[in-house]
């Protein structure tokens, strides 16, 4: 009976199988000799080359609609887009945390300060960034398929991430409600914007909370499973003693 013992790391398990493969094979003879015994073959393997690819899109910053410094009158500011382009921010999330679901992006009273829709899209352009936009999930799907019009018609490609609300698990958000009103608030807001445009994705909001994994995270993602493309979720690198 002929062994193969493997020397290496968890990267040769990538491998394994094709390996006992080709040993099985070149090795076949040894079971109906009997001049040979039992012995432990060493293989050592290396894998050499630039591993798995890491998408740009998990470097990014959170951008609200109240950082005025990163906006002149319509346009973006020089420094706050060299700061941008500096930082290797691929991905900008607009307009804001839990500023998301108190923010009605076309409201009259909207300071004009304010970076809005169109300077943040165009900030997005000029940084090379991909923007996502997190939805109001108390103002109703009819905005929220307005928005993704007016985003729409904007120069530049159409915004392909959406977000529906933000930490609505969490008592703390202005959002905040239970698994099955969430689940039917998105199901409007999906079917809404996706008759606008279908290429969308929309994500759920969860919760990295172990606490969180049966109350919200599994009858959110169940109730939504036909439908569902992307969930998000916040997650703060740098709270103190944790950067």
Not at 98 to 103: E, V
Not at 106 to 115: F, L, R
Not at 151 to 179: I, K
Not at 185 to 205: D, E, G, Q, S, Y
């Amino acid at each position: 009976m002929c062994k193969m013992k493997l020397l290496g790391g968890p990267q040769i398990w990538l491998l394994c199988g094709a390996i006992c493969v080709v040993l099985a094979v070149s090795l076949a003879g040894c079971a109906r000799s009997p001049r040979l015994h039992e012995r432990v073959l060493p293989l050592s393997i290396e894998i050499e080359g630039p591993g798995l690819l890491i998408s740009p899109l998990l470097f990014g910053v959170n951008l609200g609609h109240y950082d005025q410094a990163l906006v002149k009158g319509a346009g973006p500011q020089p420094g706050g887009v060299d700061r941008l382009r500096a930082g290797g921010f691929a991905l900008l999330k607009y307009p804001g945390g839990l500023a998301a679901d108190r923010y009605r992006w076309n409201a009259p009273i909207n300071d004009t300060a304010d970076v809005d829709t169109s300077a943040f899209l165009a900030l997005s352009r000029v940084t090379g960034s991909e923007p996502v936009i997190t939805v109001n999930s108390l103002a109703g799907p009819e905005l929220a398929a307005a928005w993704v019009r007016y985003t729409n018609r904007a120069p530049g490609p159409d915004v392909r991430y959406w977000e529906f609300g933000d930490e609505t698990w969490g008592s703390w958000a202005a959002g905040h409600t239970d698994p099955a009103t969430y689940v039917a608030r998105f199901r409007a807001a999906h079917a809404a914007m996706k008759a606008v445009n279908p290429t969308l994705r929309l994500a759920a909001n969860v919760s990295l909370d172990p606490s969180q994994g049966s109350r919200w995270n599994r009858p959110v993602i169940t109730g939504l499973q036909e439908i569902l493309e992307a969930v998000s979720f916040t997650f703060f690198p740098q709270e103190p003693g944790e950067e």
